[in-house]
Each structure stands twice: as C-alpha cells, then as structure tokens.
C-alpha cells in the first residue's frame, strides 16, 4: 500500500506540476506552437491535398454516432425540421464577389460528389459512412472568392451552452475535392442527429472540423474577429487544436 | 605516447538517450492515459464507437495518473503531442548514433548460440538466482532481448500506431491503415504497447534494484567504467 501511495505522490507531483506549468507563459506558448509543427512535419511529410481513404459499402458502421449537438432546441430549427426544411437557406457571404443563398434543392441540383470515409472524433471512436453532396470548391467558383480571403467560416444552426457553433478551414482544405456539403447519408437525408440538413465533410480533419446543421458560408482574411478569434466553437473554449488533422 | 581514453560502460549519446527517453515515456504515458479517459473503449478493424463492438472496456484512469491532474482532453493532446517529438526524434537520432559509433553492432546483436534453448534456460536461471555476471559481454541475452525488442519494435510500433491515428497522416500514408489493419486496430496496438512498455519498465527497475541499484544509476548518469 506505501509503494502504491507513493507511486500516486509521484503521479499527482507529475499531473499537477505539468496543469501549473501550462499555465506560466513559455510552457503554454510552447503548448500553442505544437500545432504549427504538426501541421508543417504533415506539410513535409506529404500533401494537403492527398485524398482521405475511401470505403466500400461493405464497409459502413451499421449506426453512425451523433455526437456533440444532436437535438438542436432552438424554436427556428425546430420550425424548419418541421417543415422538412423547406425554406432552409445556405448563404455564402463576405468575401466573395457574388453572395449567394441556396435552398436545398439548389444545393442538390449542382453536381454531386459520393463518398465512403472514415469520420474520426477527437475522443477516440471512429465510424464509416457514405455522404453525398456538392463539393465545396464549386460553391465557393460560383460565388467568386476573392484574392484577399484566407479562410471560410462554417455558420451552424445549433447553440451549444449558450453559443453558436461555428468551424473554420484554410483554402487548401476548402477546396479540396472531398471537402463536400453533405445533404445525405447512406443514401438518405441528413438525420437530425448528424447534422440535417446540410453539414460539411472535411475528410482528413477530426470531427469537429466537420460544422452540422450548417447556415452559412462565409470567405474571411483573418479568424480575428470571428468568435473568440481561434477559428472554431472548441478552438476557442477548451483549446482543441484550430488544424484537427492530427 | 598518450593512454587511449578508457572505454566507458555505457557511451554519452546511450545515457542522453536513456534519460530523454524515460522522461518522454512516462509524459507520454500518463497523458495518454488522459486521452483515453475521453473514449475509455478499444475496438479492432478500423471503425468502432459502440459498446457493443469493444473487445475491452477500460477503468477510467484516476487524476494522480494522467497529465494534466483534472479531465482535460484538449490539454492532454497537447501535452502528449509535444512530447511526441522529442520521444519520435531522439529515438530516431539514437538509432543512427548507435549504428555509428557501433553500440548495436558491439552490445545489442546476438549470436546464433545465443538462440539455443539451453543457453536460454541457463541465462534464465542465473538471473532467478540473481547472479548478474556476465562474462567479457556488455549484456546477457535476456537484456539484448529484452532491450532489442524495446528500441527495434516496441518504441517504433508506438510511433507508427501513433500517426495511423491521425486522420492527415492516413491520407497521405495509406499504408499505415493497412499494416495495422484500420484505425481503431491501430488505437488498440497504441494501447498495448504502452502497457507492455509499462510492464518492462517494471521489470526493468526491480532488475535494477537487485543487481546494485546505486552503481546501476551512477553508471547511467556518468558513464561508469
């Protein structure tokens, strides 16, 4: 029992000493640099653009988990799911030289991309589903980005403890050609708890890069003033890592 | 004419490396025990979120355990993602410094004899009879086994199911899917490594402990004779 408590000593000096080290300011900025250095080693070691595996059907979890959001109360959600989301509208807003705001239908009839992957959240699980939808980049074609936008925001519909949630992806992820607007999956709309009706896929990113119940569209210069600045609802709560492909 | 430096037991880059590594294993490990706090199941093939499909339901694993001290998976991540790199590089430097200056070729490869089950079994028994002599040779052949299997496989099997856990690693190296067969396989091989890991470390001390501890850790910061 001595050896076990001393053991726990040891274990708690560790844990506690490393939670007040965070706090003082080298450790945390050297904390804060880690992503800038994974994402460069991701950099080196291959390309951005490099496509997400894809799965065969076989290969589909019978269920796919909803995690985080997955009954948005709001009373305007609620009316739209009420209505089969008939009067949703995607707008796709700043810096772009034609705003747009598409109804589902709209979203539908653009050319459409199907997709088996692999979705990885952040706590550890993962599960397999096919999505379907058009890709962002010909969204983003039609609305004309223009030269000085750097990132898009993600707009959601749901509020999570108090806040609306909201994602953000550099270009290169935007544009890549799995990064789709999904509006199905396995074949059927959206369900509620995985983001209906419109929800993105940034495949090669962590799950909670991949915004649900998504309103809108946004090209931006800087994250500064969007939110707390970090880029995301997690980013700027609790300090999940802004480039989630690790 | 000058006396050739005398031959230290063990080289500087073997203790760098020695002592790097312990710290980053046991940062790694208890952060890592912080992140499977988040997720406290473990699956085969590479999907896997429901009770049902786990081959193991894990214990939550207390505060004194994980870095940091309280549920954070945020700073856990980031904690053992730091470490990662100096855990990842200086294995790696140590691997080439060792193929330099000969420590594998001299103290870590063992000869065919070495494998016949009699030689085993006598190696076996002077160690339960705690007798650690070893004649001429650096390490008997449970340590070259045993430390061989650490640095060769272990060690590299945790970097590799490390980034096969990674979404952006995956599409640009599909290949780590492959060689651990999915994801969560992956995340599982993560797992069991790092208690086999913790296993021979506590192999490692109580052998240690028995065989002179003092010397044994005074040979490891200064080179010894």
């Given at each position: 029992m001595k050896r076990r408590s001393l053991l726990a000593g040891a274990g708690a000096f560790l844990a506690t000493g490393c939670s007040k080290l965070a706090e003082t300011g080298p450790v945390s900025s050297l904390l804060s640099s880690v992503e800038d250095w994974n994402r460069g080693l991701h950099d080196l070691l291959g390309r951005r653009t490099a496509l997400a595996r894809e799965f065969s059907s076989e290969d589909i979890s019978p269920v796919f988990r909803g995690n985080?959001?997955?009954?948005?109360?709001d009373a305007a959600y609620k009316a739209h799911l009420a209505a089969n989301f008939a009067l949703w509208r995607l707008g796709v807003t700043g810096l772009v030289s034609t705003p747009l705001s598409l109804s589902l239908d709209d979203v539908r009839a653009l050319p459409q991309r199907t997709q088996i992957t692999r979705h990885d959240c952040v706590e550890g699980w993962s599960a397999i589903g096919q999505w379907t939808g058009p890709q962002l980049a010909h969204i983003l074609e039609m609305a004309g980005v223009k030269p000085e936008a750097r990132f898009i925001i993600f707009h959601c519909a749901d509020m999570l403890n108090g806040s609306a949630y909201y994602e953000s992806v550099d270009l290169v992820d935007a544009f890549h050609p799995q990064t789709i607007i999904a509006h199905s999956l396995n074949g059927e709309p959206l369900p509620v708890k995985n983001g209906a009706p419109l929800r993105m896929r940034i495949e090669r990113q962590l799950g909670y890069k991949h915004a649900k119940y998504l309103t809108g569209i946004e090209a931006v210069a800087s994250l500064a003033d969007v939110g707390a600045g970090k880029g995301g609802y997690w980013e700027d709560r609790t300090g999940y890592q802004w480039y989630a492909g690790i | 004419m000058t006396k050739p430096a005398p031959q230290r037991k063990h080289a500087l880059p073997t203790r760098l490396w020695h002592w790097l590594n312990a710290a980053c294993l046991i940062g790694l490990f208890m952060s890592g025990l912080g992140i499977s706090n988040a997720h406290p199941r473990l699956y085969w093939g590479d999907y896997g979120f429901d009770r049902a499909d786990a081959w193991l339901h894990l214990v939550r694993f207390p505060n004194w355990m994980t870095i940091p001290g309280h549920y954070s998976l945020a700073e856990a991540r980031l904690w053992h993602l730091l470490i990662a790199w100096p855990f990842a590089f200086g294995l790696l430097l140590f691997m080439v410094v060792s193929l330099v200056n000969h420590h594998f070729i001299r103290d870590l490869v063992t000869r065919?004899?070495?494998?016949r089950w009699s030689a085993i079994k006598a190696d076996i028994v002077k160690h339960l009879r705690l007798d650690f002599r070893h004649e001429?040779?650096?390490?008997n052949f449970l340590q070259k086994a045993s430390y061989g299997a650490v640095i060769f496989i272990l060690l590299p099997l945790m970097i590799f199911t490390g980034l096969a856990m990674s979404p952006g690693m995956d599409a640009n190296w599909p290949w780590l899917l492959d060689i651990f067969f999915g994801r969560q396989s992956a995340r599982s091989i993560h797992f069991l490594c790092a208690w086999t890991l913790v296993c021979f470390l506590a192999v490692h001390l109580v052998l240690v402990l028995l065989s002179g501890p003092i010397g044994q850790i005074r040979d490891m910061i200064t080179g010894g004779t």
């Open positions: 985080g959001t997955t009954d948005p109360q | 065919p004899r070495e494998w001429g040779v650096k390490f």
